[in-house]
Structures are given as structure tokens and as C-alpha cells.
């Protein structure tokens, strides 16, 4: 099973050989069999990729993410079809109904603020998770009064610090974005190894956002990442932090009572959610997840 996520820091020339993704750097050489190898990440402008390689990649379901002079993730590569039977898979996705779009995307936020929950009370503020769980009971089919808004600003003051902003160009910021692209990349190549159409959401509907669908399913598992940022993160957005931003889908996650990768609970999350809005389970038959330990 695929666990390893590859972080290219360095000058680096990554080829393929014999089932191994070679990188060649002036330290030396480093090999790692793509049997193990979940995703790439590309943080720096001085690496060079083969073609060879990216084909193997594509063919194995293994996303490659891609930074910016800023650290920021900017880029994803993806398999064209990750499915034998796509053309179906996008047919069922078309046919999809407002009615089940709503309820998954009810329990969805539900979901979400949950975690966010689990996260305030693991930090000691047992109140404000009370709050957040009581959210969770009002929220809507569709979310139509926007609860996960609300819960949003609660969370985000408590556990980050009154006055806290997202669109503050701050190192906490950075790391929070680091990791939800972290996120969106494994949503994403999950619903494509299913042969699902990630531009296509079912609350995300933005033109200019290719990934509507992933931004969707990923909503959950944004608290991983507050999560490890909170506990983790020093005085700014340096190294230490994205190495284990990157490891995050080996997380521990409770799960079905016992303890799974958090990159093996998000395979699991989306199909249970796309079986719902394929009407082959209910949407309360989701199963649900927590922080371990």
C-alpha cells in the first residue's frame, strides 16, 4: 500500500527505473519504489522531471503537486482517466439530484464542524466545542442558513486567537494553505481514480475552479491540518513544518473502531460519499472519523 509522500527540496533530477522513482541530487542518489509512493510534492524550481517518470506516475494514480517561489502549492498533475469505465462514472455524476446533492452536503459540514469540535476540546476549550456540537444539529439540508460559516468564525477565533484572519499574510496562514492543498490533492485523486469529474461539485460550483467536487469531500479533514499546525508549527513557515505537512496522510485517524491512516480514511470517506449520492447508501450511513490519540 502506497504511504510514502515524496518532498523535493533540493536541485533534483527524478527519472524512472525498474518500478523506482530515482531522485539524483549532488548529496547523492535516492530510490523509492512507486509501489510506496502516494504523492510528490515539488518545492523547488530547480527539479526536473522526466516524462518517463510522469507517465508512470499517472498510470499509478500518484498526484504531483507543485510549489511556488512563495511555498505555496499551485499545481497538481493528475491521470487523465482514472477509471476503466469514466464515461459511466460522469454520466451517474451528471444525473446526480439537487434533493441528494443537499443531504451529502449536509452531512458533509456536519462532518466538518464535528472535527472542528474534536479540536477545540482536545485544546482544553470544552465550552466552545459544546457550542460547536450544538451547531451541528442546526445545520440544514444544503446548509441553507450557512451554519458552516458560522462555526467557522467561532472555531477559527478560539483555537487560532481572537482577532485571528485567514487572508492575514501571516507564516500560520501559509502552513494552514500548505496543508489543505496537501488535502486537496489526495481528495482529488481519489475521485479520479474513480472516474469522477473533479470540476464538478455539489456546493462548490465556482467556473474558475477546477477542483469543486475535491473542495467538497475535502472540507472534514481541514481540521487534520489546524490540528498539526497548532501543535506543531514554530516561529514561521520553515522546513520542519512541511516535511510533516506533507506526511500528513499517515496520520492516525479513529476509524470503524480501530486506527487507520488518515490517506486510507479519505479513500474510504469518498466513496462512502459518492455511494450516497449514487443512492446506494444513505447519506447517515457515512461513517464517521476522529482524532486518535
Known amino acids: ?34 509501489s ?3 504523492s510528490v510534492v515539488l518545492h523547488t524550481h530547480q527539479a526536473f522531471i522526466s516524462t518517463y517518470l510522469l507517465a508512470e506516475l499517472a498510470t499509478r494514480s500518484i498526484s504531483v503537486v507543485v510549489s ?20 459511466k462514472r460522469v454520466q451517474e455524476q451528471l444525473e446526480w439530484s439537487e434533493p441528494i446533492k443537499k443531504r451529502v452536503w449536509q452531512r458533509v459540514v456536519r462532518d466538518k464542524i464535528r472535527m472542528q469540535a474534536a479540536v477545540l476540546e ?26 458552516e460559516g458560522y462555526a467557522a468564525r467561532m472555531y477559527f477565533s478560539v483555537a487560532f486567537g481572537t482577532g485571528f484572519s485567514r487572508d492575514a499574510d501571516l507564516p500560520v496562514n501559509a502552513a494552514l494553505n500548505y496543508g489543505y492543498a496537501i488535502i486537496l490533492s489526495m481528495v482529488s485523486k481519489e475521485v479520479v481514480s474513480r ?24 472540507e472534514p479533514f481541514r481540521p487534520f491540518v489546524d490540528r498539526l499546525v497548532l501543535n506543531s508549527m ?39 460519499c459518492v455511494n450516497a449520492l449514487n443512492r446506494m447508501i444513505a447519506p447517515a450511513d457515512i461513517d464517521g472519523f476522529s482524532l486518535y490519540g
Open 1 to 34: 500500500m502506497a504511504f510514502r509522500t515524496v518532498l523535493i527540496e533540493s536541485p533534483s533530477r527524478c527519472s524512472y527505473q525498474g518500478g523506482y522513482m530515482v531522485v539524483r541530487k549532488e548529496d547523492g542518489t535516492v530510490k523509492v519504489h512507486l
Open 36 to 38: 510506496e509512493v502516494e
Open 68 to 87: 511556488n517561489h512563495k511555498h505555496h502549492p499551485v499545481g497538481q498533475y493528475l491521470p487523465l482517466h482514472g477509471a476503466h469505465n469514466t464515461s
Open 122 to 147: 482536545e485544546r482544553g476549550h470544552v465550552n466552545h466545542a459544546r457550542a460547536l456540537r450544538a451547531i451541528t444539529e442546526q445545520v440544514k439540508s444544503g446548509d441553507t442558513t450557512n451554519r
Open 195 to 218: 472516474g469522477y469529474l473533479t470540476q464538478r461539485g455539489i456546493c462548490h460550483r465556482s467556473e474558475y475552479n477546477q477542483f469543486n467536487f475535491s473542495c467538497d469531500l475535502m
Open 234 to 272: 514554530g516561529d514561521g513557515f520553515d522546513k520542519d513544518i512541511r516535511l510533516l505537512l506533507c506526511d500528513i496522510a499517515s496520520q492516525k485517524v479513529a476509524y470503524r473502531d480501530g486506527a487507520y491512516r488518515l490517506g486510507s480514511v479519505v479513500s474510504l470517506y469518498v466513496q462512502d
